[in-house]
């Protein structure tokens, strides 16, 4: 799996997206204004950054399976 270029881009954004997630777990708990400026833009980032991530997993998986 190291070998294939794709599945360490899959994986890549696969941590991109948990990272954005985390941030923004962590920017609802820290709260104040500093949650009411940032956590639903992050959120958002998330949601768009996962709809790629899966985009590109089902894109990973079609291409395994010899695109057909």
Same mark, same amino acid.
């Given at each position: ?8 881009? $899959?994986?890549?954004? =696969?941590? =991109?997206v948990? =990272?954005?997630?985390? !941030? ?11 949650a ?10 998330? $949601?768009? !950054?996962?709809?790629? !991530? $899966? ?5 990973? !998986? ?7």
């Amino acid at each position: 799996m190291l070998s294939d270029p794709f599945a360490i881009i $899959v994986t890549i954004s =696969v941590l =991109v997206v948990l =990272v954005i997630l985390m !941030a923004g777990i962590g920017t609802f708990g820290k709260g104040g204004g500093f949650a009411l400026k940032h956590s639903n833009r992050l959120m958002r980032y998330r $949601v768009g !950054a996962q709809a790629f !991530a $899966v985009l590109l997993i089902v894109l990973f !998986a079609w291409l395994r399976s010899g695109g057909n």
